[in-house]
Nanobody, 135 residues
């Protein structure tokens, strides 16, 4: 059973950068997504990486600013966030994707198409890490 743990959240100024990490034993087998939840709002998908690392899905609003990568030797998935904006603030959660391709490998669902419904395609949610972008 996966137990995902997020870390790296902090207070950062607009335009700044931050790297979040998601760790779990056995995480290398799974596609992993990051979600963001602002105060009083639902959990939105942000970005996802397949188990092979060869495929990524991301929201259009973070294209060119957010990068997801994985270090399978450390069972870790990292989210590098650059050019941060106040609207990027929230609790960031990572989770494992339920979706598989024809070979059985875990892949990312189409998060841009699914929107908030994408959360139903993930499991083993971590506790989250707080990111605040403010001057």
């Amino acid at each position: 059973q996966l137990h995902l743990v997020e870390s790296g959240g902090a207070l950062v100024q607009p335009g700044g950068s931050l790297t979040l990490s998601c760790e779990a034993d056995g995480l290398y087998q799974y596609a992993v997504g990051w979600f963001r939840q602002a105060p009083g709002k639902e959990r939105d998908p942000v970005i996802c990486i397949s188990s092979s690392g060869g495929s990524r899905e991301r929201l259009d609003s973070v294209a060119g600013r957010f990068t997801i990568s994985r270090d399978d030797g450390k069972d870790t998935v990292n989210l590098r966030m650059d050019l941060l904006k106040p609207e990027d603030s929230g609790i960031y959660f990572c989770a494992a994707s339920k979706s598989r391709d024809w070979s059985g490998a875990y892949i990312c669902p189409p998060i841009n198409l699914l929107g908030r419904a994408a959360a139903d395609e993930f499991f083993s949610w971590g506790q989250g890490t707080q990111v605040t972008v403010s001057s």
